[in-house]
């Protein structure tokens, strides 16, 4: 299974471009990277989802390179209310489901 | 709308009981999970269950009992064995072997030992 590494915590004010890299060294040739936004006290909720290239949706981009042993989460102009834990996932949702690995995330603490 | 149920909210449990924890979807999802997640930590697998009647131990299993005797139903019971069971309980669903799509997670249970 891929392990990744992402950073405890991060600071930034509202209005500005977030990026959450999150390294997976070792990720697979059919693993997905995911990421999930968890507020407090709230189940994770789905963010974003890519294989390589460029993802975008109306909440966030993700950037992947060529070699796919990271990932960067990019949320543009965060507002308070994307104070949150992100979680950074790397799985082969064809094959064992059940070894998603959650680990402590990154904080991320926007500030007035 | 579609998604999960998780009940009770808040749960609160006395030495040596065992209690329930009621996971509800209405998603058609296949597959089904429960993790626990301590404050400050990540989440951690407890059981999971790919098909009715079939579920397999997570990570810390040790102390829990599961069942999926429907599809949209996977209720967790803590037993009087599981010696620390005060976290926030979460379960959550998904389709098994389409990549687009991620994991939908209930609101969470959050049990006591009183």
């Known amino acids: 299974l891929a392990k990744t590494t992402q950073p405890i915590s991060m600071d930034s004010y509202e209005g500005q471009e977030v990026n959450i890299t999150c390294s997976h060294n070792?990720?697979?040739?059919?693993?997905?990277i995911t990421w999930y936004q968890q507020f407090p006290s709230q189940g994770p909720r789905f963010i974003i989802q890519?294989?390589?290239t460029k993802v975008t949706n109306e909440v966030a981009s993700l950037f992947i390179p060529a070699d796919r042993k990271s990932s960067t989460l990019s949320l543009p102009r965060v507002s308070l209310s994307d104070t949150a834990v992100y979680y950074c996932l790397v799985a082969d949702y064809g094959g064992s489901q059940g070894n998603l690995i959650f680990g402590k995330g990154t904080k991320l603490s926007v500030k007035p | 709308d579609g998604g999960i149920t998780q009940s009770p909210k808040y749960l609160f449990r006395k030495e040596g009981q065992n209690v329930t924890l009621s996971c509800e979807q209405n998603?058609?999802?296949?597959?089904m999970y429960w993790y626990r997640q301590d404050p400050g930590q990540g989440l951690r697998l407890i059981y999971y269950s790919q098909i009715v009647n079939d579920f397999q131990k997570g990570d810390i299993a040790e102390g829990y009992s599961v069942s999926r005797e429907k599809k949209e139903s996977f209720p967790l019971t803590v037993t009087s064995a599981q010696k620390n069971p005060t976290a926030f309980y979460l379960c959550?669903?998904?389709?098994?072997?389409?990549?687009?799509?991620?994991?939908?997670f209930g609101s969470g249970t959050r049990l006591t030992v009183v």
């Open positions: 070792n990720i697979a040739t059919n693993d997905y």
């Open positions: 998603l058609n999802h296949d597959a």
């Open positions: 959550a669903s998904s389709i098994v072997g389409r990549p687009n799509y991620g994991y939908t």
């Open positions: 890519g294989y390589k």
